[in-house]
């Protein structure tokens, strides 16, 4: 059974840093493209950023371009995400998916604000 | 970006019927290697999203055979044969042709 579960959200200050990470199971992780994906009431679904296998390649909306930066630890099963200079506009459940939506796990939230 | 407009944003259906939402693109979502990257998602409230469709009309495993997909260039649709209870719910089109992969705003799927 496909296991997503991200890890490291809750409330933060405007331009603090959170590290979500996502630990994977049930697949061959080191295989499968990644992405993170965020959801909230007023934009809807949102594509974050995506990496692929190795950590070679990695893309992002423009909107965190600078300031969120995926990763990936194979060894680990594990994927991560590194958000600086947060703003309250970040706020939103962010997803750990597989590939292009394959799997998805149940979300975590972060609030950005004083 | 590649813009995904979808219509309608909701859609009153009744038990039984069929239901149909369409997703438009800003530009083209054929890709280089002749692909069309266009998938549809379902989700129910509370839930995560699940994915239905890829590139264009692929069903996942485990989804019912009254979703259907179809569609080329930048016109897409999701059609769903007779309408159930648990197909209740938001319905994305998403478009990975291009980045940055970008969503559709949603329809909302419910009893008439």
């Known amino acids: 059974e496909v296991q997503l579960v991200e890890s490291g959200g809750g409330l933060v200050q405007p331009g603090g840093s959170l590290r979500l990470s996502c630990a994977a199971s049930?697949?061959?992780?080191?295989?499968?493209?990644m992405t993170w994906v965020r959801q909230t009431p007023e934009k809807g679904l949102e594509w974050v950023a995506t990496?692929?296998?190795?950590?070679?390649?990695?893309y992002y909306v423009d909107s965190v371009k600078g300031r969120l930066t995926i990763s990936r630890d194979n060894a680990k099963n594990s994927l991560y995400l590194q958000m600086n200079s947060l703003r309250a506009d970040d706020t939103a459940v962010f997803y750990c998916?597989?590939?292009?939506?394959?799997?998805w796990g149940q979300g975590i939230l972060i609030t950005v604000s004083s | 970006d590649v813009v995904m407009t979808q219509s309608p944003l909701s859609l009153p259906v009744t038990l039984g019927q069929p239901a149909s939402i369409s997703c438009r693109s800003s530009?083209?979502?054929?890709?280089?290697?002749?692909?069309?990257?266009l998938n549809w998602f379902h989700q129910r409230p509370g839930q995560s999203p699940r994915r239905l469709i890829y590139?264009?009309?692929n069903r996942d495993s485990g989804v019912p055979d009254r979703f259907s997909g179809s569609g080329s260039g930048t016109d897409f649709t999701l059609e769903i044969s007779r309408v159930e209870a648990e197909d209740l719910g938001v319905y994305y089109c998403?478009?990975?042709?291009?980045?940055?992969?970008?969503f559709g705003q949603g329809t909302r799927l419910e009893i008439k």
């Open positions: 998403l478009q990975n042709s291009h980045w940055p992969n970008t």
């Open positions: 530009q083209s979502l054929v890709y280089s290697d002749g692909n069309t990257y």
């Open positions: 590139e264009v009309s």
């Open positions: 049930g697949f061959t992780f080191s295989t499968y493209w």
């Open positions: 990496i692929n296998q190795d950590g070679s390649e990695k």
């Open positions: 998916v597989v590939g292009i939506g394959i799997w």
